[in-house]
């Protein structure tokens, strides 16, 4: 785990030097300064500086796992890795549900809204008990 902080601590460093450059070269131009640039690259820094401590703050709390060690030999990483779902149609009624949403609202399309709405409730709700009916559940 300490190796994922590095990582990010390292991105994390790169950011806090390109962004103020960044800035400055903008700043320069005729038009003023691009302030989206500038602020997307301050978020993806904050971003990059809220990963590194979070994992290193977990990194140190916790046993190496077999890849973080000298002497750590594969064989100790078999086993179980978790649970993966399969397939779920879920996700894609729910993306489309979010684009009539946002559609509607682009639209001044109210009735559109509440339509989706309803269908997003419904996929929702199908996603998150997907588990208790069919060939997957528990």
Do not use: Q
């Not at 990963?51 to 709390?61: D, E, L, M, Q, S």
């Amino acid at each position: 785990m300490k190796s994922e902080a590095w990582i990010f601590g390292a991105v994390a460093i790169f950011l806090v030097l390109v962004t103020p450059a960044y800035w400055f070269v903008t700043a320069a131009s005729e038009h003023g300064g691009d302030w989206t640039g500038t602020s997307a690259l301050v978020m993806c820094t904050l971003l990059a500086l809220m990963c590194t401590v979070y994992i290193g703050f977990h990194a140190k709390r916790m046993d190496p796992r077999p890849e973080d060690r000298e002497d750590g030999e594969i064989a100790e990483g078999a086993g179980e890795l978790g649970f993966f779902p399969p397939f779920s149609w879920w996700p894609l009624w729910s993306a489309i549900t979010m684009a009539f949403s946002v559609l509607g609202i682009a639209m001044a399309a109210w009735w559109l809204l509440i339509v989706s709405g309803v269908v997003g409730f419904i996929a929702l709700a199908g996603w998150n008990f997907e588990y208790y009916r069919g060939n997957f559940k528990h």
